[in-house]
Structures are given as structure tokens and as C-alpha cells.
């Protein structure tokens, strides 16, 4: 039973657009919201997070979107840039230190 | 100032092998988790230890798995006999506090490969 999905495996987008990732949980008891970016042969790096309090938070090019009610959020990457392409996994948390990982999309920025 | 480091890198065991994972957290940090990572799937969470203690295997195979992290030197990650379907990626992770509130650090995993 998968609790968190990111329902797009791959997404392609021209380099100064923007790329949209989404994701979407079941369990309720999720409180904290990460994105990680990978690319191969190399550990996940932090992205971004979002507490359940908050709606939006944005570093830079990079803003995560929370809607609670949908148990749907997403990661707004503008402009984008060839360097973005990798892998990005969403992560959930509650209130222990366990993260639950979606399967990941993988982003290709085209020149 | 290095970030976590996993090795090997890459580690090819037969059947019915031993595979020992070592992960060194970051400086300061005393809190180490394992993921692992199978073809095509999310990082799933294995276990939590801090020095000397394991606080939640709740995430490991009942048999076969094991790990530790002794008062000096890294964490290891043991797993006895092994089969094809231990072959996954192994990500370890620190953190200076429980928890993971600024996202954890991990390494750059070690691909295990169960021929």
C-alpha cells in the first residue's frame, strides 16, 4: 500500500520554463514535506521542506505548495534549468524521525 | 568538512555471502538511519541507531539483517547470506538530533549486486 505516490514517472520541460512535480499521500498523520533531488550513482540531496502549518514555502528558484485537504503537494521549479535534471523523490514525515518516500519522477530540462 | 561516507562504493556478493556496509555520519552528528532503495522503487526506511543503541529496526527483514553502530567507528549494516533480491541500493543518513526537520544529509549509498 503505497502512502505516497508521485503518479508521473518522468516529465519533460524546455530549459526557462517551468517544471511542476507532484505528489499526493494517504496517511493523515504526515505533518513535515521534503523533496530530495538525485541524480545517478549518487545520494538524494535536500531540496526543500514544508511543515503541515504552512502552505507554500520557496527558496529560490524552488517553491513547495501543501494542500492539506487534497493531501496533495507539488514543487514549482522556475525557470528551470538543465542542471535540474535528475530524479526528484517527495518524502513525508510525522512526528518520529521515519520518512516515507515516493517512487520519484524524473525531470529532464532540454536546452 | 566531508559529508556522510558510505563504502564501498559498489559491493558484488554471490549467494549465500556476506555483505558489510559501513557508513561514517557527519561530524557531530550521532544519529545514523539506513534506506534502501530496490530497482525502481522509493527509498523505504530500515533502521535507526544512535551510538551504541538501536532505537527502531522496525524496517529490516526479520532474518538475515542486521546493524550496529559501536561507540567508535561507523555504522555498520551486515547482511548474512545473501540473496538476489538484496540487490538494492543502501542509502545511510545522519542527522545531529533525532529527527529531520532541515532534511537529512545522506551519502552516496552502496549498490549491492547478488549475483
Known amino acids: 500500500d503505497q502512502q505516497v505516490k508521485q503518479n508521473s514517472p518522468s516529465l519533460s520541460v524546455q530549459e526557462g520554463r517551468i517544471s511542476i512535480l507532484n505528489c499526493d499521500y494517504t496517511?493523515?498523520?504526515?505533518?513535515?514535506f521534503l523533496w530530495y533531488k538525485k541524480y545517478p550513482a549518487e545520494g538524494p540531496t535536500f531540496l526543500i521542506s514544508?511543515?503541515?502549518?504552512?502552505d507554500k514555502n520557496e527558496d529560490g528558484r524552488f517553491t513547495v505548495f501543501l494542500n492539506k485537504s487534497a493531501k496533495h503537494l507539488s514543487l514549482h521549479i522556475v525557470p528551470s534549468q538543465p542542471g535540474d535534471s535528475a530524479v526528484y523523490f517527495c518524502?513525508?514525515?510525522?512526528?518520529?524521525?521515519?520518512?516515507?518516500f515516493g517512487k520519484g519522477t524524473l525531470l529532464t530540462v532540454n536546452p | 568538512n566531508a559529508g556522510v561516507m558510505q563504502n564501498p562504493r559498489h559491493l558484488v556478493r554471490r549467494r549465500g555471502q556476506e555483505a558489510r556496509l559501513r557508513c561514517s555520519p557527519m561530524k557531530g552528528h550521532s544519529h545514523v538511519y539506513w534506506y534502501r532503495q530496490l530497482p525502481e522503487e522509493g527509498l523505504k526506511f530500515m533502521v535507526y541507531l544512535q551510538k551504541e543503541n538501536i532505537i527502531d529496526e522496525s524496517g529490516m527483514p526479520k532474518e538475515r539483517f542486521s546493524a550496529e553502530f559501536p561507540k567508535e567507528g561507523p555504522s555498520i549494516l551486515r547482511i548474512q547470506q545473501v540473496v538476489r533480491g538484496d540487490s538494492a541500493a543502501y542509502f545511510c543518513?545522519?542527522?545531529?538530533?533525532?529527527?529531520?526537520?532541515?532534511?537529512?544529509?545522506f551519502g552516496s549509498g552502496t549498490r549491492l549486486t547478488v549475483v
Open positions: 518524502a513525508c514525515g510525522g512526528s518520529n524521525y521515519k520518512l516515507t
Open positions: 543518513a545522519s542527522s545531529p538530533d533525532r529527527g529531520f526537520n532541515y532534511g537529512y544529509t
Open positions: 496517511n493523515s498523520m504526515f505533518d513535515y
Open positions: 514544508i511543515s503541515s502549518i504552512k
